[in-house]
Structures are given as structure tokens and as C-alpha cells.
């Protein structure tokens, strides 16, 4: 790259362009946020390196360098949008399908996907982004620290909390879902027994108004 930098940076690009966009929506919650982000993030890289001697460029770690750029746009987007409306439905980072999964299996893939959106968006930005650069992107510790330039025990502290955070969320999720599929079924039986015709007493006098035990006097 520090070579031909059109030729490297377009090998940058398609290295790191799945991690940074993976990293994006996580982060932001929508689809065509997490775009621009990345498309801002990989211009604000290209400008970088255009400034860039060739030592700089060669002891340059990609990913996290990449990362780095990316979370500070990702920063700055919400300092510019205060008032941002809470995102939408998550969908999966946008992986190649597999050619043997089922549909079943997709489903679940993106039902998790849109699951996990919902919880990490009730998250702190700063626990967000350490859980989702730890959790979702692979990196390590070290390198975390060094994206969010914070110390080591910050970036573990965020995690750690943000990973209790998470699963308490999770839980209150599936204790909100159980009441209301119990609601559910209780309206449903409630609304068959209303509906049910009673039955005649098949060894009953057709006159005499006798019903059985499912549904009336006898």
C-alpha cells in the first residue's frame, strides 16, 4: 500500500469492509446509518493515508486502525444527533448465505440478529461499543483499549457491565413474553367456553330441557 496506494487501499477495502459494516450496524442500530458510516469511515481513511509516510503506513494494525476511525464517527454522529429516534429492527450484517442452509435456519439467524439489536441498543454507548468490539468484531482487549483510548480495566469494566446489562434485559424480555402468551392463552379459553353450544342429553327426554355436564341443567 505504501507502494500504490489506490491498488493497496482497494485491498484494504474489501479485507476489512464486512468487519467495519458488522461493527457499523451494531453500533447504530440501522441499515443505512451503518452505510454511512462505513462509507465515511473508509473515506476518512483513504484522506488519512494520503498524508501518510511510508513508515507510518507499514506499521499500521488495519483492523484496529480501521475500528478506530469508524467508532469515532460513530461518536460523533451522536453528538450531532441529539435527538435521534430509537432504531428500528436490526437486521444481520450482511454475511454471503450459506447455499445449505435452510430456511429455518436463516430465520433464526436474523430473528437473533434483530433480538440482539433490540438489547444492545438499551445499552450506554460506551458499554455498546465495548461489548460489540469484544462480542461481535473478535478483537482483544488490548486492541479495544486502544480503538476506544481508554485503559485496559475501563474496557473490561464496560464489558463486564454491559454484558450483566444485557442479560438482565434478556430476562426481563423472556418474563414479558411468558405473561403474555399466559394473557394469551387465558383469553382463549375464557373466549371458547363462551362460545361452546351446549349439548343435549343424548338419553334424555327431548322435552324435558336436560342438558349434560358440559353445558347446562338437566
Not at 473508509?42 to 493515508?49: E, H, N, S, V
Not at 469515532?72 to 450459506?98: F, I, K, M, Q
Not at 481508554?150 to 418474563?175: D, F, M, W
Request: with cysteine; glycine share 8%.
Amino acid at each position: 500500500m505504501a507502494r500504490d496506494l489506490d491498488t493497496g487501499f482497494e485491498a484494504l477495502y474489501e479485507a476489512y469492509r464486512g468487519a467495519v459494516f458488522s461493527t457499523a450496524l451494531r453500533l447504530c442500530g440501522r441499515w443505512a446509518e451503518a452505510e454511512d458510516l462505513s462509507a465515511e469511515a473508509f473515506l476518512r481513511a483513504y484522506r488519512a493515508l494520503c498524508g501518510y509516510g511510508p513508515e507510518r503506513i507499514a506499521e499500521l494494525r488495519p483492523r484496529a486502525w480501521l475500528l478506530t476511525i469508524l467508532t469515532n464517527v460513530w461518536r460523533n454522529s451522536l453528538r450531532t444527533a441529539a435527538r435521534r429516534p430509537p432504531p428500528g429492527p436490526l437486521e444481520d450484517a450482511p454475511d454471503p448465505p450459506d447455499p445449505g442452509e435452510e430456511v429455518e435456519d436463516t430465520a433464526t439467524r436474523h430473528e437473533t440478529g434483530r433480538e440482539l439489536a433490540g438489547l444492545l441498543a438499551e445499552l450506554p454507548h460506551a458499554q455498546r461499543a465495548a461489548v460489540v468490539l469484544r462480542h461481535v468484531t473478535d478483537l482483544p482487549v488490548a486492541e479495544i483499549a486502544t480503538v476506544l483510548s481508554l485503559p485496559e480495566g475501563t474496557v473490561k469494566s464496560h464489558i463486564s457491565r454491559g454484558l450483566a446489562r444485557l442479560r438482565a434485559l434478556r430476562t426481563e424480555q423472556r418474563t414479558e413474553q411468558h405473561t403474555e402468551q399466559h394473557i394469551e392463552q387465558r383469553t382463549e379459553q375464557r373466549t371458547e367456553r363462551r362460545t361452546t353450544p351446549l349439548r343435549p342429553d343424548p338419553g334424555a327426554d327431548p322435552g324435558s330441557g336436560r342438558f349434560d355436564q358440559r353445558g347446562g341443567t338437566r
